[in-house]
């Protein structure tokens, strides 16, 4: 028996995966013995470097938590900034006219290929030099500008090629119906294009995320990960405990942000699902050749609805 991507595997092919696997886990098994064996040497298994983050209290009111707000403050303003930006800019990069195809993809391109960190100092210099920016809140501000312009450029090309992607039958079935391009992207492109490109999206909000940590490592940005120096400091060399304490608090976020984006998009496919954009008005108009007021014989034409499906390649009329 075969299936589409490789053959079942037969009674000697089973038995050679189970061996495979238990080797696997054996080798994986010592390496973590001796990680954990070289960490209890050097003392970092100790109970007093661990015991501060579940017996004080004053280790997440004083460092963690602060540090995670301003990590999702960072990640919040970059989010909500960069994910209209970057789709205005991916569906200029489709535009039919050059004078504005050519200009935005030179922004893409030239901010999608500098560092995201070399993008905050810059910003962070500028700030110093021509913006009245008290220095409290001037690391927010480079933090958030760089990971705009860098994550804009990145979801800008998730957008064009998401819709790239779709099949060319779809902007056909719009320009037979007489829908103008702004209303075939809106209400045909966009719409299933979204479903698609919702994976790459949360990837690249993850990474916003994850990239504020740059913020607190060159820019003094108070961040989640930038309060392990504080910790270190006031709670003796728990520099392993610290770390991996802020290493689960960034696994939880970054889970808790794919699962509600999962949702999301089991929820859209769920709605998708027999729906299509109806185009009423004008489009009618089109469509009966000579408007709402037209006669044929005698008697007045009524104008259609015209139904794009979301599903397929074709248009139904519906009276």
């Not at 970092?44 to 995670?68: C, H, I, M, N, R």
């Not at 030239?110 to 100092?121: E, H």
């Not at 004008?282 to 979301?310: K, Y």
């Amino acid at each position: 028996m075969t299936s589409v991507l490789y053959d079942t595997p037969g009674p000697r092919a089973k038995r050679r995966n189970v061996l495979y696997t238990a080797l696997f886990v054996v080798a994986l098994a010592v390496i973590v013995w001796w990680v954990l064996g070289a960490l209890d040497e050097k003392g970092q298994l100790a109970g007093e470097k661990w015991s501060p983050f579940v017996t004080d209290a004053q280790v997440w009111t004083t460092y963690l938590l602060p540090g995670l707000g301003d990590t999702l403050t960072a990640a919040a303003l970059s989010i909500v900034i960069a994910l209209p930006l970057g789709a205005l800019l991916g569906i200029g990069r489709l535009s039919d006219h050059r004078w504005v195809t050519v200009p935005v993809g030179a922004v893409v391109e030239f901010f999608r290929a500098i560092p995201v960190l070399l993008l905050m100092m810059f910003a962070n210099q500028a700030y110093v030099q021509f913006a009245d920016i008290e220095s409290e809140v001037r690391p927010l501000y480079a933090v958030v500008t760089g990971l705009v312009l860098y994550n804009a450029s990145v979801i800008a090309e998730i957008v064009r090629a998401g819709i790239l992607a779709l099949p060319n039958g779809q902007s056909d079935a719009a320009r037979a119906i007489g829908m103008r391009k702004g209303q075939t992207m809106a209400y045909v492109l966009l719409p299933q294009a979204v479903t698609a490109m919702l994976p790459a999206l949360v990837s690249q909000l993850v990474v916003i995320v994850k990239d504020t940590a740059l913020g607190g490592a060159m820019l003094g940005f108070t961040e989640l990960l930038s309060q392990n120096r504080q910790i270190t400091a006031n709670y003796g060399a728990n520099t392993i405990a610290a770390f991996t304490v802020i290493a689960l608090i960034f696994i939880a976020l970054n889970f808790l942000l794919t699962s509600c984006a999962s949702w999301l998009e089991g929820r859209i496919r769920r709605g998708k699902r027999g729906t299509g954009a109806v185009v009423t008005g004008g489009l009618g108009d089109d469509l009966t050749g000579a408007g709402a007021g037209a006669t044929t014989g005698g008697l007045p034409t009524v104008p259609r609805q015209t139904t794009v499906s979301a599903g397929a390649d074709e248009t139904q009329p519906t009276a």
